[in-house]
Structures are given as structure tokens and as C-alpha cells.
């Protein structure tokens, strides 16, 4: 018989808790906001923003931070709109492709989702 040296990998010892891992929280912020912010913004696309007080302004967004979105409109002043205050944006496309269809009701707005 020869003599052989026997190898054997580290394994890590699980008893201890070494080398157990353990699931990561998800995180925070998923930056789907600042995506959906910074498309819209790159493409001026023209939205309707629903305020809290069934309110609709149109206009293109042109700047947002953490509370806010800056709403710049061909029909009036620029607004400065506190994201609490907005109940829902959405395409101005949307809402002329919704009136284009006729529904039974007189609402300008757009079905939910």
C-alpha cells in the first residue's frame, strides 16, 4: 500500500453559525418611481395629474424630488405640486383614447385599474 495524503475541503462549520445565510431584506426603494419620473421626463410627455380633490391639471413634468413634482403647463403657470396632494397621474394619450371610446357615463375620468 502507498501513502497517500488525504485532501479534504474546508467545509465550513454550520453549527456555529458560520456559513448559514440568511435572507436580505428587501430593499427600501426599488427606484421604480425615479425610473417612471425620468422617462416621462425625458420624453415631455404630456400627463394629467389627478389631485386629492378630483382637481386635473395637464402638462409635462419637469423636475421631482422627494415630496415634490414640478408640473409646467402650455395653459397656465407652472405648479409646484406636493406629492401628497396628487391621488394619481397618468398619460394625457390615455384619456383622450378613453373619451374616443364613448362611455355610458359623463366621467372625464379614466377607468381604475
Known sequence: MSNRKLIRPDI???????GVRRKQMP????NAEEFYYLKQMA???PMVVVLTNDEELQGWIEWYDKGAIKLNRSNGPNLLIPKRNIRYMFKEEEL???RKKGSPSSSSTPPET
Open 12 to 18: 465550513p462549520d454550520t453549527r456555529a453559525g458560520r
Open 96 to 98: 383622450k383614447r378613453f
Open 43 to 45: 420624453a415631455k410627455t
Open 27 to 30: 430593499p427600501e426603494q426599488t
